[in-house]
């Protein structure tokens, strides 16, 4: 079965070359386009869409408070937010609103084709470390991000003393592999405790577990742990 892809971009050029680059995958089609967050949200509701490749800059209703919405629907596709400028406050922003991850609008096809595929398939298509650096540079600006006064999650009580562990790891930017090899676990076991943290947080990915560190004060701004809760 094909991945449903759509298209949100005010820019019409931009979207018929990501058309072209989509339409050339066996696995892949454009299902939807739309040139604003309002025209977005009304595709969602009329079409089944997989992914979203959204803008954040657009006229009418941006990408950012579109991703929110999207993403607040139940089955809500996955969302890949495009951005012009590499540490976009707008991207964090929509990081924090539940999209999947970011991407530069002048990423190679095959980069791009590869985290259509991955979030498709439930990963997050942006590199934790890369996550960590967006937020440590916009968290402390926004309001509720990177400083100790966060919003403190009950859930984080129901994590085992491992499962914590996991969570700051994973927060500071390490991949599986190097969590497996910090904590002398295998991937695969890292993997699991991935999953049973995400369960339990009610988070949609480890983007989102990033985002929850920054938010509840257990990583700050430069990836140092934050006190014990």
């Known amino acids: 079965m094909s991945i449903r892809v759509m298209l949100v971009d005010d820019q019409v050029l931009l979207r018929t070359g990501f058309r072209m680059v989509l339409a050339a995958q066996p696995d892949m089609e454009v299902v939807a386009e739309a040139g604003d967050g309002v025209e977005a949200l009304q595709a969602v509701r009329s079409t089944e869409v997989d992914v979203v490749l959204m803008d954040v800059r657009m006229p009418k209703l941006d990408g950012v408070e579109a991703t929110r919405r999207i993403c607040e629907r139940e089955g809500a596709p996955k969302v890949i937010i495009l951005t012009t400028f590499d540490l976009d406050e707008y991207a964090f922003s929509a990081l924090k ?47 509720g991000g990177g400083g100790s006064g966060g919003r403190v999650r009950p859930e984080l009580e129901r994590l085992t003393d491992r499962e914590r562990e996991v969570v700051l790891l994973v927060a500071q930017g390490l991949s599986n592999g190097e969590i497996a090899a910090r904590l002398v676990l295998s991937e695969a076991t890292v993997k699991t405790h991935v999953g049973r943290i995400l369960t339990k947080l009610e988070l949609r990915d480890r983007v989102q577990v990033v985002v929850m560190a920054y938010e509840t004060g257990l990583v700050r701004a430069g990836g140092s742990a934050g006190p014990a809760r």
Do not use: Q, W
Request: proline letters at 11%; glycine letters at 8%; zero cysteines.
């Open 97 to 143: 609103a539940g999209a999947g991850g970011f991407m530069l609008k002048d990423v190679p096809p095959a980069e791009l084709l590869a985290a259509i595929r991955a979030v498709h398939s439930g990963d997050a298509v942006v590199a934790p470390s890369t996550t960590r650096r967006l937020l440590d540079r916009f968290a402390p600006m926004l309001p």
